[in-house]
């Protein structure tokens, strides 16, 4: 099982941060030993993160306070450390240009992102279709939904939907609206032809295929000593699917990049990220 997620409805998961979830998942996970060092550990990173030599504490105090309200009050896809780690990268990124967001649900990320861009004087493109996954492309495609969220279920159309008034809502709630510029549509749609230069790209698209379309149009733009982030880390068939060298070569021209954390994650609390730089 990949998470704590909570059978929302009929049609959607997210990770829940409702203390009785989180607890129940990490019992059944860990066991109560297991939960226990886990606790001692997250606390650990929450401390490095705001007490890190050479960091400015009054802004990573204030990213941690920010995005707790967010993790609160909006149903996010991602667990809070995930974001802290990714924290730690933009606000150290030297990297000038704007940072873009691949599969934002209902806003929760793109609301911390837009916190970030707005610390670091960027700008935050904002990509979804806002009506939630495609059809899967091939059936392994679809079967991942059952590695990834630990049910006997497989992603769908329309699962993981946030319309644009709700991811704007939360944004203007909890963020920073004022930096964001949004990219409605299907990535194959909406991303050809679009020039954004970016520094820092995060990619939550759970799709193999949709991943692919990110890689095809962004990664090339992608500045030299730019990042990018993907969700789905952990899961080798993803990791598969979004490194295959034989699409590389047929799409980009070019051997896929190195990705830091592949199939473990970047930290056995953020198991689903890991990253890849621009050389
Ligand atoms: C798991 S959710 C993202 C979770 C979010 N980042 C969070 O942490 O709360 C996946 C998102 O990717 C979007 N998505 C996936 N494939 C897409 C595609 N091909 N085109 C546009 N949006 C897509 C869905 O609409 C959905 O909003």
């Given at each position: 099982?990949?998470?704590?997620?909570?059978?929302?409805?009929?049609?959607?998961?997210?990770?829940?941060?409702?203390?009785?979830?989180?607890?129940?998942?990490?019992?059944?996970?860990?066991?109560?030993?297991?939960s226990?060092?886990?606790?001692i550990?997250?606390?650990?990173?929450?401390?490095?993160?705001?007490?890190?030599?050479?960091?400015?504490?009054?802004?990573?105090?204030?990213?941690?306070?920010?995005?707790?309200?967010?993790?609160?009050?909006?149903?996010?896809?991602?667990?809070?450390?995930?974001?802290?780690l990714?924290?730690?990268y933009?606000?150290?990124?030297?990297?000038?240009g704007?940072?873009?967001?691949?599969?934002?649900?209902?806003?929760?990320?793109t609301?911390?992102?837009?916190?970030?861009?707005?610390?670091?004087?960027?700008?935050?493109?904002?990509?979804?279709?806002?009506?939630?996954?495609?059809?899967?492309?091939f059936?392994?495609?679809?079967?991942?939904?059952?590695?990834?969220?630990?049910?006997?279920?497989?992603f769908?159309?329309?699962?993981?939907?946030?319309?644009?008034?709700?991811?704007?809502?939360?944004?203007r709630?909890?963020?920073?609206?004022?930096?964001?510029?949004?990219?409605?549509?299907?990535?194959?749609?909406?991303?050809?032809?679009?020039?954004?230069?970016?520094?820092?790209?995060?990619?939550?698209?759970?799709?193999?295929?949709?991943?692919?379309?990110?890689?095809?149009?962004?990664?090339?733009?992608?500045?030299?000593?730019?990042?990018?982030?993907?969700?789905?880390?952990?899961?080798?068939?993803?990791?598969?699917?979004?490194?295959d060298?034989?699409?590389?070569?047929?799409?980009?021209?070019?051997c896929?990049?190195?990705?830091?954390?592949?199939g473990?994650?970047?930290?056995?609390?953020?198991?689903?990220?890991?990253?890849?730089?621009?050389?």
């Amino acid at each position: 099982m990949g998470s704590p997620e909570t059978q929302e409805s009929n049609d959607s998961f997210y990770v829940s941060h409702k203390f009785m979830d989180v607890a129940k998942y990490m019992l059944e996970q860990n066991g109560l030993l297991g939960s226990f060092a886990k606790y001692i550990q997250y606390k650990k990173a929450i401390k490095e993160f705001l007490t890190e030599k050479g960091a400015n504490v009054a802004d990573r105090k204030s990213v941690f306070e920010q995005f707790n309200v967010i993790d609160k009050k909006v149903k996010c896809g991602h667990y809070p450390y995930q974001f802290l780690l990714m924290a730690k990268y933009i606000l150290d990124l030297k990297v000038p240009g704007p940072i873009v967001e691949c599969g934002c649900y209902k806003g929760g990320s793109t609301a911390k992102l837009s916190i970030l861009a707005k610390m670091t004087n960027r700008k935050l493109y904002v990509c979804d279709s806002f009506e939630g996954l495609p059809s899967p492309q091939f059936e392994a495609e679809a079967k991942m939904h059952g590695i990834v969220h630990g049910y006997n279920t497989t992603f769908h159309k329309g699962e993981f939907a946030g319309t644009m008034e709700e991811v704007k809502s939360n944004i203007r709630n909890y963020g920073c609206i004022d930096v964001c510029e949004f990219v409605p549509g299907y990535f194959e749609n909406s991303l050809p032809g679009i020039k954004i230069d970016p520094a820092f790209v995060f990619i939550d698209v759970d799709l193999v295929t949709s991943a692919r379309d990110c890689f095809k149009h962004l990664w090339p733009q992608l500045l030299k000593g730019g990042l990018w982030f993907t969700h789905e880390a952990a899961y080798h068939e993803y990791i598969y699917g979004i490194m295959d060298k034989t699409w590389w070569h047929e799409n980009l021209g070019e051997c896929p990049p190195l990705i830091i954390g592949a199939g473990t994650g970047l930290s056995p609390l953020a198991h689903a990220i890991a990253y890849m730089e621009k050389l």
